[in-house]
Protein backbone atom coordinates (compact mmCIF):
# COMPACT_ATOMS: atom_id res chain seq x y z
CA UNK A 1 0.00 0.00 0.00
CA UNK A 2 1.44 3.35 -1.50
CA UNK A 3 -1.12 5.77 1.15
CA UNK A 4 0.63 6.53 4.15
CA UNK A 5 -1.40 9.00 6.60
CA UNK A 6 -3.30 11.86 5.45
CA UNK A 7 -1.28 15.08 4.68
CA UNK A 8 -3.76 17.81 6.43
CA UNK A 9 -5.90 20.38 4.14
CA UNK A 10 -5.40 23.29 6.25
CA UNK A 11 -1.55 22.70 5.54
CA UNK A 12 0.57 24.95 3.32
CA UNK A 13 1.56 21.70 1.55
CA UNK A 14 -1.74 20.23 0.86
CA UNK A 15 -3.23 24.06 -0.50
CA UNK A 16 0.02 23.98 -2.95
CA UNK A 17 -1.49 20.51 -4.49
CA UNK A 18 -4.79 21.77 -4.76
CA UNK A 19 -3.69 24.38 -7.08
CA UNK A 20 -1.68 22.13 -9.30
CA UNK A 21 -4.89 20.05 -9.40
CA UNK A 22 -7.17 23.47 -10.69
CA UNK A 23 -4.87 24.59 -13.08
CA UNK A 24 -4.43 20.99 -14.70
CA UNK A 25 -8.39 20.98 -14.60
CA UNK A 26 -8.34 24.49 -16.09
CA UNK A 27 -5.85 23.48 -18.69
CA UNK A 28 -7.54 20.38 -19.78
CA UNK A 29 -11.10 21.71 -19.80
CA UNK A 30 -12.04 18.08 -17.75
CA UNK A 31 -12.98 17.58 -14.01
CA UNK A 32 -10.86 15.96 -12.22
CA UNK A 33 -11.67 12.91 -10.18
CA UNK A 34 -9.60 13.58 -7.22
CA UNK A 35 -11.87 13.31 -4.57
CA UNK A 36 -9.41 15.88 -1.75
CA UNK A 37 -7.85 12.85 0.09
CA UNK A 38 -4.00 13.30 -0.30
CA UNK A 39 -1.87 11.19 1.36
CA UNK A 40 1.84 10.44 2.55
CA UNK A 41 3.48 7.83 -0.62
CA UNK A 42 5.20 5.55 1.82
CA UNK A 43 7.47 4.03 -1.08
CA UNK A 44 10.99 4.90 -0.93
CA UNK A 45 11.45 5.17 -4.80
CA UNK A 46 8.08 6.81 -5.64
CA UNK A 47 7.64 10.31 -6.24
CA UNK A 48 3.48 9.78 -6.10
CA UNK A 49 0.63 8.22 -7.29
CA UNK A 50 -3.11 8.83 -8.33
CA UNK A 51 -5.34 5.99 -6.50
CA UNK A 52 -8.65 4.49 -8.61
CA UNK A 53 -10.62 5.67 -5.70
CA UNK A 54 -9.68 9.43 -6.20
CA UNK A 55 -7.10 10.33 -3.80
CA UNK A 56 -3.50 10.98 -4.40
CA UNK A 57 -0.33 10.29 -2.92
CA UNK A 58 3.09 12.06 -3.16
CA UNK A 59 6.76 11.46 -1.40
CA UNK A 60 7.08 14.35 1.19
CA UNK A 61 10.84 14.57 0.58
CA UNK A 62 11.19 14.36 -2.87
CA UNK A 63 8.13 16.48 -4.01
CA UNK A 64 6.56 18.18 -1.38
CA UNK A 65 9.92 19.83 0.39
CA UNK A 66 11.30 20.28 -2.58
CA UNK A 67 8.32 22.38 -4.07
CA UNK A 68 8.24 24.62 -0.31
CA UNK A 69 11.97 25.44 -0.99
CA UNK A 70 10.52 27.32 -4.36
CA UNK A 71 8.62 29.42 -2.26
CA UNK A 72 10.77 29.58 1.29
CA UNK A 73 14.43 29.63 0.23
CA UNK A 74 14.54 33.61 0.04
CA UNK A 75 17.30 33.02 -2.77
CA UNK A 76 17.41 32.08 -6.00
CA UNK A 77 17.87 28.06 -6.19
CA UNK A 78 21.02 26.35 -7.10
CA UNK A 79 20.38 24.59 -10.40
CA UNK A 80 19.78 20.58 -8.35
CA UNK A 81 17.16 22.70 -6.27
CA UNK A 82 15.85 24.05 -9.26
CA UNK A 83 15.81 20.27 -11.12
CA UNK A 84 14.00 19.22 -7.72
CA UNK A 85 11.74 21.53 -7.34
CA UNK A 86 10.27 21.31 -11.14
CA UNK A 87 10.54 17.47 -10.90
CA UNK A 88 7.99 18.05 -7.75
CA UNK A 89 5.27 19.73 -10.21
CA UNK A 90 5.87 17.46 -12.55
CA UNK A 91 4.89 14.51 -10.71
CA UNK A 92 1.93 16.69 -9.09
CA UNK A 93 0.98 17.57 -12.68
CA UNK A 94 1.29 13.89 -13.82
CA UNK A 95 -0.86 12.18 -10.95
CA UNK A 96 -3.75 15.02 -11.91
CA UNK A 97 -3.78 14.86 -15.02
CA UNK A 98 -4.37 10.86 -14.17
CA UNK A 99 -7.01 11.91 -12.02
CA UNK A 100 -8.91 13.64 -15.57
CA UNK A 101 -8.97 10.16 -17.26
CA UNK A 102 -11.76 7.84 -17.12
CA UNK A 103 -10.91 4.18 -16.06
CA UNK A 104 -13.56 2.75 -18.17
CA UNK A 105 -15.70 -0.65 -18.31
CA UNK A 106 -13.43 -3.20 -18.30
CA UNK A 107 -16.11 -5.75 -19.32
CA UNK A 108 -17.19 -3.77 -22.33
CA UNK A 109 -16.63 -4.48 -25.83
CA UNK A 110 -13.24 -3.58 -27.12
CA UNK A 111 -11.69 -2.77 -23.26
CA UNK A 112 -8.58 -3.90 -22.16
CA UNK A 113 -7.92 -4.20 -18.55
CA UNK A 114 -7.04 -0.92 -16.86
CA UNK A 115 -3.53 -2.19 -15.58
CA UNK A 116 -2.71 -4.54 -18.80
CA UNK A 117 0.83 -3.97 -19.81
CA UNK A 118 -0.65 -2.72 -23.25
CA UNK A 119 -2.98 -0.47 -21.56
CA UNK A 120 -0.50 1.20 -18.73
CA UNK A 121 1.94 1.92 -21.57
CA UNK A 122 -0.53 4.15 -23.13
CA UNK A 123 -1.81 5.93 -20.12
CA UNK A 124 1.42 6.75 -18.55
CA UNK A 125 2.79 7.48 -21.84
CA UNK A 126 -0.06 10.18 -22.84
CA UNK A 127 0.04 11.41 -19.18
CA UNK A 128 3.67 12.27 -19.03
CA UNK A 129 3.72 13.63 -22.16
CA UNK A 130 1.15 16.15 -21.54
CA UNK A 131 2.77 16.85 -18.03
CA UNK A 132 6.08 17.99 -19.86
CA UNK A 133 4.44 19.84 -22.41
CA UNK A 134 2.10 22.02 -20.19
CA UNK A 135 4.35 21.89 -16.99
CA UNK A 136 5.68 25.34 -17.29
CA UNK A 137 1.85 26.74 -17.99
CA UNK A 138 1.32 25.51 -14.90
CA UNK A 139 3.76 26.64 -12.93
CA UNK A 140 2.53 29.99 -14.49
CA UNK A 141 -0.57 29.63 -13.63
CA UNK A 142 -0.60 29.02 -10.04
CA UNK A 143 2.57 31.83 -9.48
CA UNK A 144 5.59 29.85 -8.84
CA UNK A 145 7.81 31.65 -11.52
CA UNK A 146 7.11 34.45 -9.23
CA UNK A 147 9.41 33.10 -6.31
CA UNK A 148 11.60 31.33 -8.78
CA UNK A 149 11.67 32.55 -12.38
CA UNK A 150 14.67 29.75 -13.27
CA UNK A 151 11.95 27.16 -12.92
CA UNK A 152 10.96 28.23 -16.52
CA UNK A 153 14.26 27.54 -18.13
CA UNK A 154 15.15 24.39 -16.25
CA UNK A 155 15.41 20.67 -17.50
CA UNK A 156 12.96 18.23 -16.90
CA UNK A 157 13.23 15.11 -16.40
CA UNK A 158 11.36 12.25 -18.48
CA UNK A 159 10.29 9.71 -16.02
CA UNK A 160 9.06 7.48 -18.69
CA UNK A 161 11.25 7.46 -21.82
CA UNK A 162 10.04 4.02 -23.32
CA UNK A 163 5.74 4.72 -22.72
CA UNK A 164 6.59 8.55 -23.92
CA UNK A 165 7.87 6.74 -27.22
CA UNK A 166 5.81 3.98 -27.38
CA UNK A 167 2.86 7.10 -27.29
CA UNK A 168 4.83 9.42 -29.88
CA UNK A 169 5.32 6.61 -32.90
CA UNK A 170 2.09 4.96 -31.97
CA UNK A 171 0.25 8.44 -32.50
CA UNK A 172 2.35 9.00 -35.72
CA UNK A 173 1.97 5.55 -37.14
CA UNK A 174 -1.93 6.08 -36.50
CA UNK A 175 -2.09 9.44 -38.14
CA UNK A 176 -0.61 7.12 -41.26
CA UNK A 177 -2.86 4.55 -41.12
CA UNK A 178 -6.06 6.41 -41.11
CA UNK A 179 -5.24 9.65 -43.15
CA UNK A 180 -5.97 12.37 -39.96
CA UNK A 181 -3.68 14.27 -38.44
CA UNK A 182 -1.25 13.49 -35.43
CA UNK A 183 -2.91 15.69 -33.34
CA UNK A 184 -6.90 14.40 -33.69
CA UNK A 185 -5.49 10.74 -33.43
CA UNK A 186 -3.56 12.33 -29.77
CA UNK A 187 -7.08 13.79 -29.04
CA UNK A 188 -9.16 10.87 -29.48
CA UNK A 189 -6.66 8.93 -27.86
CA UNK A 190 -6.57 10.71 -25.16
CA UNK A 191 -9.87 11.59 -24.51
CA UNK A 192 -11.10 7.91 -24.48
CA UNK A 193 -11.20 6.08 -21.28
CA UNK A 194 -7.90 3.73 -20.22
CA UNK A 195 -10.08 0.99 -20.99
CA UNK A 196 -10.63 1.51 -24.87
CA UNK A 197 -7.17 3.30 -25.89
CA UNK A 198 -6.70 0.58 -28.39
CA UNK A 199 -10.56 0.23 -29.44
CA UNK A 200 -10.27 4.12 -30.14
CA UNK A 201 -7.25 3.64 -32.43
CA UNK A 202 -9.45 -0.06 -34.20
CA UNK A 203 -12.54 2.62 -34.56
CA UNK A 204 -10.99 5.22 -36.44
CA UNK A 205 -8.67 2.59 -38.68
CA UNK A 206 -12.48 1.10 -39.17
CA UNK A 207 -14.00 4.70 -39.79
CA UNK A 208 -11.24 6.16 -41.93
CA UNK A 209 -11.13 2.62 -44.07
CA UNK A 210 -14.13 0.73 -44.28
CA UNK A 211 -17.20 2.17 -42.72
CA UNK A 212 -18.81 2.56 -45.82
CA UNK A 213 -18.40 -1.26 -46.85
CA UNK A 214 -17.93 -2.93 -43.29
CA UNK A 215 -21.75 -4.66 -42.22
CA UNK A 216 -22.46 -3.02 -38.60
CA UNK A 217 -23.20 -6.70 -37.08
CA UNK A 218 -19.11 -7.14 -38.14
CA UNK A 219 -17.95 -3.87 -36.58
CA UNK A 220 -17.21 -5.31 -32.43
CA UNK A 221 -15.10 -8.56 -34.58
CA UNK A 222 -13.70 -6.31 -37.40
CA UNK A 223 -12.47 -4.25 -34.07
CA UNK A 224 -11.15 -7.00 -31.83
CA UNK A 225 -9.10 -8.07 -34.33
CA UNK A 226 -7.39 -4.80 -35.01
CA UNK A 227 -6.45 -4.69 -31.12
CA UNK A 228 -5.17 -8.11 -31.10
CA UNK A 229 -3.07 -7.06 -33.61
CA UNK A 230 -2.00 -4.29 -31.25
CA UNK A 231 -1.58 -5.21 -27.97
CA UNK A 232 1.24 -8.32 -28.13
CA UNK A 233 3.88 -5.62 -29.42
CA UNK A 234 3.02 -2.70 -26.73
CA UNK A 235 2.52 -5.58 -23.86
CA UNK A 236 6.57 -5.45 -24.03
CA UNK A 237 7.06 -1.61 -23.56
CA UNK A 238 6.60 -2.32 -19.65
CA UNK A 239 9.18 -4.62 -18.88
CA UNK A 240 11.51 -1.88 -20.76
CA UNK A 241 10.92 0.50 -19.21
CA UNK A 242 11.05 -1.41 -15.89
CA UNK A 243 14.51 -2.47 -16.77
CA UNK A 244 17.27 -1.39 -14.43
CA UNK A 245 19.86 -2.17 -17.26
CA UNK A 246 19.15 -0.15 -20.63
CA UNK A 247 19.60 3.51 -20.77
CA UNK A 248 17.05 6.05 -21.39
CA UNK A 249 18.04 6.58 -24.51
CA UNK A 250 17.88 2.56 -25.09
CA UNK A 251 14.15 2.45 -23.48
CA UNK A 252 13.17 5.50 -26.14
CA UNK A 253 14.69 3.54 -29.06
CA UNK A 254 12.73 0.18 -27.74
CA UNK A 255 9.39 2.02 -26.95
CA UNK A 256 9.62 3.58 -30.93
CA UNK A 257 10.33 0.12 -31.95
CA UNK A 258 7.25 -1.66 -30.07
CA UNK A 259 5.27 0.84 -31.74
CA UNK A 260 6.37 0.38 -34.79
CA UNK A 261 5.20 -2.99 -34.88
CA UNK A 262 2.17 -2.38 -33.39
CA UNK A 263 1.46 -0.17 -36.11
CA UNK A 264 2.99 -2.37 -38.78
CA UNK A 265 0.26 -5.30 -37.57
CA UNK A 266 -2.89 -2.62 -37.42
CA UNK A 267 -1.88 -1.31 -40.83
CA UNK A 268 -1.43 -5.03 -42.37
CA UNK A 269 -4.48 -6.09 -40.47
CA UNK A 270 -6.74 -3.03 -41.50
CA UNK A 271 -5.50 -3.39 -45.43
CA UNK A 272 -6.75 -7.11 -45.26
CA UNK A 273 -9.72 -6.77 -43.85
CA UNK A 274 -10.48 -3.50 -45.86
CA UNK A 275 -9.65 -5.85 -49.34
CA UNK A 276 -11.96 -8.39 -47.92
CA UNK A 277 -14.75 -6.09 -47.68
CA UNK A 278 -14.64 -4.42 -50.29
CA UNK A 279 -14.14 -7.68 -52.96
CA UNK A 280 -17.60 -8.47 -50.84
CA UNK A 281 -19.40 -5.67 -51.76
CA UNK A 282 -18.27 -5.45 -55.15
CA UNK A 283 -19.13 -9.00 -55.86
CA UNK A 284 -22.63 -7.99 -54.19
CA UNK A 285 -23.17 -4.70 -56.14
CA UNK A 286 -22.10 -6.62 -59.29
CA UNK A 287 -25.50 -8.00 -60.34
CA UNK A 288 -27.31 -4.65 -59.65
CA UNK A 289 -24.65 -2.81 -62.24
CA UNK A 290 -24.89 -5.31 -64.82
CA UNK A 291 -28.52 -5.12 -64.69
CA UNK A 292 -28.58 -0.90 -64.69
CA UNK A 293 -25.82 -1.67 -67.45
CA UNK A 294 -28.58 -3.77 -69.28
CA UNK A 295 -31.42 -1.87 -68.66
CA UNK A 296 -29.40 1.22 -70.50
CA UNK A 297 -28.18 -0.39 -73.53
CA UNK A 298 -32.07 -1.69 -74.26
CA UNK A 299 -33.05 1.85 -73.55
CA UNK A 300 -35.00 1.03 -70.96
CA UNK A 301 -33.80 4.27 -68.45
CA UNK A 302 -36.05 5.74 -66.36
CA UNK A 303 -39.98 5.43 -67.96
CA UNK A 304 -40.02 8.57 -70.53
CA UNK A 305 -43.41 10.28 -72.23
CA UNK A 306 -43.54 6.95 -74.19
CA UNK A 307 -44.95 4.92 -71.08
CA UNK A 308 -45.43 5.15 -67.28
CA UNK A 309 -44.73 3.00 -64.62
CA UNK A 310 -48.49 2.72 -63.70
CA UNK A 311 -48.67 0.08 -66.61
CA UNK A 312 -47.96 -3.46 -65.51
CA UNK A 313 -44.58 -4.66 -67.59
CA UNK A 314 -45.04 -2.00 -69.61
CA UNK A 315 -41.89 -1.09 -72.05
CA UNK A 316 -40.50 1.83 -73.90
CA UNK A 317 -42.32 1.41 -77.76
CA UNK A 318 -39.06 1.54 -79.43
CA UNK A 319 -38.02 -1.78 -78.37
CA UNK A 320 -38.70 -5.06 -79.28
CA UNK A 321 -39.35 -7.53 -76.68
CA UNK A 322 -37.88 -10.97 -76.52
CA UNK A 323 -39.97 -13.83 -77.18
CA UNK A 324 -40.59 -15.62 -74.09
CA UNK A 325 -38.57 -19.19 -73.26
CA UNK A 326 -39.13 -22.46 -71.56
CA UNK A 327 -35.82 -21.82 -70.25
CA UNK A 328 -36.13 -18.28 -68.99
CA UNK A 329 -36.26 -19.01 -65.49
CA UNK A 330 -32.93 -20.16 -65.22
CA UNK A 331 -29.99 -18.06 -64.47
CA UNK A 332 -27.13 -16.94 -66.76
CA UNK A 333 -24.09 -17.75 -65.78
Known amino acids: MSAGRLIPRDSPEYAWVSSVV ?51 AGRPLTEDELIEARDAVLTVVHEAKHLTHALGDESAPGATPVYAPDALALEEGLTENWAHEQVDAVIQDIGMDQYQPGLLTTESINSYPAYTATVDELVRGTANVTGL ?141 LPQRRDQSQARE
Open 22 to 72: RSVERLTGRPSRWNGDLYEDTRPNAAGSALDGGGMTVNTAKVLAAAGKAYG
Open 181 to 321: SQSQVLETLDGADRTQRLAAIADLAIDQRMADVLPAQDRDAVRTQLINAMRPHLATVGTLQSSEVHSDVSKSIGGHQAAQLAVTALSTTVADLENKYRDAALAQAQPAADVEHLRKFLGSGLPGESYRAGRDNAVPDNVRQ
